[in-house]
Nanobody, 122 residues
Framework: VQLQASGGGLVQAGGSLRLSCAAS????????MGWYRQAPGKQRELVATITRDSSTRYADFVKGRFTISRDNAKNTVYLQMNSLKPEDTAVYYC?????????????????WGQGTLVTVSS
């Protein structure tokens, strides 16, 4: 399945954005999906995940501010971002993967779609 993220843009600190991740095929059977981000000069980091049964997890740095959700009918995953901070500035990517059976950590799949740039001004 191909993934395309959209919805990024320029927003002031404290503002909100909603990112969308549109899949080229059905996401209903995908075990888990995740949002990652990569800031300039930094490694890509996991932001949030959602499983097939809509269980969610968040990185500590976005807990209480970001919400991940999925609409299987639209083959789309969303990331609602509130109370944005300048340190949230990054290119955001969505991914289709799964959780490791033993590690219980998210394992990203391939391919990675094109990301969407979020810029938060202070």
């Amino acid at each position: 399945v191909q993934l395309q993220a959209s919805g990024g843009g320029l927003v002031q600190a404290g503002g909100s954005l909603r990112l969308s991740c549109a899949a080229s095929g059905s996401i209903a059977s995908i075990a888990a999906m995740g949002w990652y981000r990569q800031a300039p000069g930094k490694q890509r980091e996991l932001v949030a995940t959602i499983t097939r049964d809509s269980s969610t997890r968040y990185a500590d740095f976005v807990k209480g501010r970001f919400t991940i959700s999925r609409d299987n009918a639209k083959n789309t995953v969303y990331l609602q971002m509130n109370s944005l901070k300048p340190e949230d500035t990054a290119v955001y990517y969505c991914n289709a993967g799964h959780f490791g059976y033993y590690s219980n950590s998210y394992v990203p799949g391939d391919p990675w779609g094109q990301g969407t740039l979020v810029t938060v001004s202070s």
